[in-house]
Structure formats: C-alpha cells, structure tokens
Nanobody
Framework: QVRLVESGGGLVQTGDSLRLSCAASGRPLRYYHVGWFRQAPGKEREFVASISGSGGSTYYAESVKGRFTITRDNAKNTMYLQMNSLKPEDTAGYFC????????????????WGQGTQVTVSS
C-alpha cells in the first residue's frame, strides 16, 4: 500500500558524505518502522540501520556505526540516511523499507521496499 522512492545516491570519493532520502506515498510513513539496507553486486542484501516509528530509537550495523545516521520526519513522510566518512566498501545499491517490527535487522522482516539508489565510493 505504501510506495517508497529513494534518492540522493551518487559517485563520491573516499571520505566524502552523502545524504539519502526515502519518500513515502500512499500511506503515512508514521504507520511503519523503517530501515535501510544495501546490496553490492554478487553479495547478499545487508542491514544498515533502522529507526522506530516515532524516531525515538535507532539501531545500526557495526560496519556503519559512528559514520551513518538514520533519521525520519513523519510530517514530511520522509526518512534519511546521512553517510559520512564513506569508504569503498560502502559501494552498493541502497534500499529503504518498512516493517511492522521495531528495529528489525533482517530483510525478511520488512514488507515494502523502494527501488534503490546507487552509491559508489572511489578509492
């Protein structure tokens, strides 16, 4: 029922920053807990970060902790992923998704997904 569209990806250099956005339509984003995943070619989809419906709690993968920040603005039906100190290993397609479970970290626990936005970090 909810449609998600990611934006903000691009080609950057090691150490640069990017902010990804995920805009929801069809249903209010506040109905859902949300998260970000990424997937590089030939690799499995990897959990990045999640945030509770009200924005009061967050959870991060160890690989991005201290560098990435997940936020949401329910009034704008939008969630964000601020990515700092980017590394080549962060290169992947990034996807936002919704979940009925708070701070879920498994892809199977998410139901609606965006189309993805590509982030490429050169060395």
């Amino acid at each position: 029922q909810v449609r998600l569209v990611e934006s903000g990806g691009g080609l950057v250099q090691t150490g640069d920053s990017l902010r990804l956005s995920c805009a929801a339509s069809g249903r209010p984003l506040r109905y859902y807990h949300v998260g970000w995943f990424r997937q590089a070619p030939g690799k499995e989809r990897e959990f990045v970060a999640s945030i509770s419906g009200s924005g009061g709690s967050t959870y991060y993968a160890e690989s991005v902790k201290g560098r990435f920040t997940i936020t949401r603005d329910n009034a704008k039906n939008t969630m964000y992923l601020q990515m700092n100190s980017l590394k080549p290993e962060d290169t992947a397609g990034y996807f936002c998704a919704t979940s009925a479970k708070e701070l879920a970290s498994r892809s199977g626990e998410y139901n609606y997904w965006g189309q993805g936005t590509q982030v490429t970090v050169s060395s």
